[in-house]
């Protein structure tokens, strides 16, 4: 039997690209999306993945769907946190809510969603999980100290659930795209984007399928010995 993989926010951008290379890659694949019935209505009916609604920076909402994901398909063994939102402003503009929506979606659901799979990976002893961090977490960026936080913190959380998990075959890694060509990249007003493809070596925007081929690879059976580390793929925009 294949192995089940969930993918947050898994029904557009960089998710949808992951749930398709997991899928032809054999896995059965779940989705998750956060509220956008007709892209998901239209994801699974093109792909025949189903899709699960539900918000991931909700943590009992994520628990009841999880348990419900695993009761219709089996044991979660491949986790891809991917949903992620952005509130961008400059700090002395910035709301509290702003600031809140950020750091729930892209960090704690991070703990929301790993918290209900971690027991049984441990106790089967395989799981893979792979969380998407950003550029800018690594190097900051105006006007996103919520967002650079949020994927900051992702980058932590990585490396102290990958130590936690060594010894039982269950590996953490995340990936630090840079500039992608997704929606969350589009709402860029044109003239920063240009500015910004400007400083990115390779002169183009990422494609969501660059990313999903790096999760192809952090999650294989026999990629065991990789774990706690973050692998940036960015166009040479940023080298760490
Ligand atoms: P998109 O905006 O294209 O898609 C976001 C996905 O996340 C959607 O499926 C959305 O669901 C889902 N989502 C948002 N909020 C929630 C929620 N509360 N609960 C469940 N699902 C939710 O984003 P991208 O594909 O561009 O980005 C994917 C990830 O990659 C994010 O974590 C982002 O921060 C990160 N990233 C993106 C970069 C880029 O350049 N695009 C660069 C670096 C990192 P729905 O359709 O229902 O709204």
Redesign the pocket.
Known sequence: MSRVALV?????????AVSLALQEQGYTVVA?????DE??KAFTERTGIPSF?????NFEKTKAAMDQIENDYGPIDILVN?????RDGTMHKMSFEQWDAVIQ??LA?CFNTCRCVIDGMRQRGFGRIVN?????GQAGQYGQVN?AAA?SGIHGFTKALALEGASKDVTVNAI??????????RAVPEEVLKKIIATIPVGR??K?ED?ARSVLFLIRDDAGFITGSTLSINGGQHMY
């Not at 998750?32 to 956008?36: I, L, W």
């Open positions: 947050t926010g898994g029904t557009r951008g960089i998710g949808e998750n999306y956060g509220g956008n892209v998901a609604k539900f918000d991931v920076s991917n949903a992620g939102i952005t979606t892209n659901s998407i961090g950003s550029v800018n967002y994927k630090a795209p840079g500039y992608v060509d997704t929606d969350m990249v925007l990422g969501p990313i």
